[in-house]
């Protein structure tokens, strides 16, 4: 008999006996779920949509927690708020690790707030929240950065005397500029090149990992990095933004004054500096490096991509801004700029912007959280280490919170009297201890953004409304709304 017939017996052999061994003993008592295949997984389960797809489908056959083979990985999925709920707040420590994302795991590594886990983890995000209060609520707060940040936008929109744009830059610079004045203390010109080059390096990338073939990638990795991929273009893109952080914080390095720092990198630096005869100190070069792209990739790209939405949707839906605009003027007028207080005279317009937030759905299947400890749930027994998805999606989409889930419709936030009414599956930020750490920034961003833009503009499309189309160009990991073209009428 020929080797290669030999060695084809051989993997069919294993591959039948690891069948026929079914489940790992640890992997007994996890969640129910379709029967995997050795290292397929449940490749054959899958949606040819993408994951998402793929799990609502499985939600309808096993309920609301169930195991999914990605590959040989078991992950627990959660859908439904009453779920997600119970496992990252009611048993909020052990659900509080944080998962992989095959596609940008060579550039963290476990490194940064976003993707550490246990004391590392701990000390970055105490840290960063800390000096995001000192440096973005300190002499000038957030809220002043923003609206200055905003009238910077007015003048720039003007200049554009209403012509037609693709206005997905200058949303980028606008949330961006407000994450480096906190980070490296600066904020950047709208035509600064450098600049322009990260922003659209962060927008390639984002695309790239909600992309159909990211979502691939998550199921195959092992196999499919050898290749040639949207893999290897995302780590290029990251590292060239770590590169350019590298040079500021050299910059930040030569003219540190330990007596005032002006940034969360001067922080940084001061504090590796006093720990730097402590050999467990989480304060390393490397952790610098990879905190700053954290916060200056999710700075960036979440409010942004969720501003663009907004505006598509205002665009499609003229009688809701119309009711905004009407807004902006009795409670604001034209004399002055917003400022946060508004926001609790303004049920309408907060109301929107919620509702922009559930339907643009921005991380439909969150970020992946593992168990840090063998943990009972609902009656399974999940094993330390195995990754949690909390679906987001199946929160904001849930028809037994929202009366048309699928439908644009602010009075999802609006009781019979017009004021704000809360929802408890309104959970874009996620919940727990994991809970987004720019909520608060973002929050203040979209209403500051949207309602200064409104205050000095009316928008305009050369599409009709109703041919405007909403469906996302990519949706994965992250969903992004597709390029449009948009006219910023002066009022
Ligand atoms: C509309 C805007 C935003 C949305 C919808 C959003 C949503 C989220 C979600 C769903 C998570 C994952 C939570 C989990 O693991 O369960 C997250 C994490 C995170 N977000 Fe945001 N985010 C937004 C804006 C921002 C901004 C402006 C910043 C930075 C200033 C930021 C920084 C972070 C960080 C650092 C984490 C990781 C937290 C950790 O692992 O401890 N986000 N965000």
């Not at 949509?49 to 959660?78: A, C, H, M, N, Q």
């Not at 290029?236 to 002006?262: M, W």
């Not at 305009?460 to 994965?476: C, N, Y």
């Amino acid at each position: 008999m020929e080797l290669s017939v030999l060695l084809f017996l051989a993997v069919l052999m294993s591959l039948l006996l690891l069948l026929v061994k079914g489940r790992p003993k640890a992997r007994e008592h996890l969640p129910p779920g379709p029967h995997p295949l050795p290292f397929l997984g449940n490749l054959l389960q899958m949606d040819r949509k993408g994951l998402l797809k793929s799990f609502l489908r499985l939600r309808e056959k096993y309920g609301d927690v169930f195991t999914v083979y990605l590959g040989r990985r078991p992950v627990v999925i959660l859908c439904g708020i009453q779920a997600i709920r119970e496992a990252l707040v009611d048993q909020a420590e052990d659900f509080s690790g944080r998962g992989k994302i095959a596609i940008v795991e060579p550039t963290f590594q476990g490194y940064g707030v976003v993707f550490a886990n246990g004391d590392r983890w701990k000390a970055l995000r105490r840290f960063s929240l800390a000096t995001m209060r000192d440096f973005g609520m300190g002499k000038r707060s957030v809220e002043e950065r923003i609206q200055e940040e905003a009238q910077c936008l007015v003048q720039e929109l003007r200049k554009s005397k209403g012509a037609l744009m693709d206005a997905t830059f200058l949303l980028q610079s606008i949330t961006s500029n407000i994450i480096c004045s906190i980070v490296f203390g600066k904020r950047f010109h709208y035509e600064d090149q450098e600049f322009l080059k990260m922003l659209d390096l962060f927008y390639q990338s984002f695309s790239l990992i909600s992309s159909l073939s990211s979502q691939l990638f998550e199921l195959c990795s092992d196999f499919l990095k050898y290749f040639p991929g949207s893999h290897r273009q995302v780590y290029k893109n990251l590292q060239e933004i770590s590169a350019f952080i590298g040079r500021s914080v050299e910059k930040h390095r030569a003219t540190l004054d330990p007596s005032a720092p002006r940034d969360l990198i001067d922080a940084y630096l001061l504090r590796m500096e006093k720990e730097k005869s402590n050999p467990h100190s989480e304060f390393s070069q490397r952790n610098l490096i990879l905190n700053t792209l954290s916060l200056f990739f999710a700075g960036t790209e979440t409010s942004s991509t969720t501003l663009r939405y907004g505006f598509l949707l205002l665009l499609k839906y003229p009688h809701v801004t119309e009711r905004v605009h009407k807004e902006i003027e009795q409670v604001i007028g034209t004399h002055r700029p917003p400022a946060l207080d508004d926001r609790a005279k303004m049920p309408y317009t907060d109301a929107v912007i919620h509702e922009i937030q559930r339907f643009s759905d921005l991380l439909p299947i969150g970020l992946p959280h593992i168990v840090t400890k063998d943990t009972h749930f609902r009656g399974y027994i999940i094993p330390k280490n195995t990754e949690v998805f909390p679906i987001l999606n199946s929160a904001l989409r849930d028809p037994r919170y929202f009366e048309k889930p699928d439908v644009f419709n602010p009075d999802h936030f609006l009781d019979a009297n017009g004021a704000l009414k809360k929802n408890e599956a309104f959970i874009p930020f996620s919940l727990g201890k994991r809970i987004c750490l720019g909520e608060g920034i973002a929050r203040s961003e979209l209403f500051l953004f949207f309602t200064t833009i409104l205050q000095n503009f009316s928008l305009a499309s050369p599409v009709a409304p109703e041919d405007i189309d909403l469906t996302p160009q990519e949706s994965g990991m992250g969903k992004v709304p597709k390029k449009y073209q948009i006219r910023f009428l002066p009022r």
